[in-house]
Structure formats: C-alpha cells, structure tokens
C-alpha cells in the first residue's frame, strides 16, 4: 500500500526492564498497547522483545540491556531524547507521576507549546509536547 508522505515507524530501543518501559510507555500514552512480542537470540543471550505503540508507529523494545543511558546533559553521541505529542500535557504528567515517574524537567512556557521531560531508569529521556496552535509556522517558531 502506497504512503502519501515520508515518516518515522518505530525506533529500536534496548532497556534493562521491559515490564517497566511498557509500563511508562503505556501510562502517559493510553492509546499505545503491546502490538506483539516473544523471545529471540541476540548475539548468544535469549531477550524479549516487544513493540509498543499504535497500528502507524511503535518503539520495537528490546529487554535484558546493559551498561549506561546516553545523558541527555553531556556531548556523548547518540539519541537524547524520544518526542512524543500530547493532547493534554497535564493529564500525561498527572498519570506519570502517580505511577511513579518523576518529572526530570520542564522548560518555560512557548506561545505555540508546552514540553515536560521524563527519564525513566532505563528508558531514554522521553519529552512529551502539546502544541497550542495549528500553523506549523507558529508550532515550529524558534524565535518566541
């Protein structure tokens, strides 16, 4: 079936618990669900995998990781944040922090947006954004 525009799918993302980076995931989106999953050899360690997300785009999570989360504060390379666009910001961090994921921070307020960060243990920092306007011209302003 032909698309009519190019756009991300999903991104592959390795956690340490993939109950727990569902869990995020499907608390401050409730419209995402498990779409599929199992168990696979990676490189000699059996994992679980699962994709979360709707029928037009998911994170394919990969458990059993390792090692350190890339910060989102130094210059190391690699994916800082995952952006995530929200119709109700304060319900999104209601859920999230009566769940028990704290906020890791927000940023003032924009005319056109609202943006809060989460950094879940070990789930990439996830930015969740509620923009205020319908003109990309004023969603996507850098200069207010």
Known sequence: MPHDTDRLEHANVTVQDIDRATRFLTTALPSWRIRGGGTMDWFGKTIRWQHVGTDDSYLALQGGGEGALPDWQ????????????????????RRLTEAGFPVDHGVPDHPHRRRVYFSPDDLVQAEFIQYLSEAPEQRHSYTD
């Open 74 to 93: 130094t210059h190391r390379l690699g994916v800082k944040h995952l952006g995530f666009v929200v119709s109700d910001l304060d319900a999104v961090v």
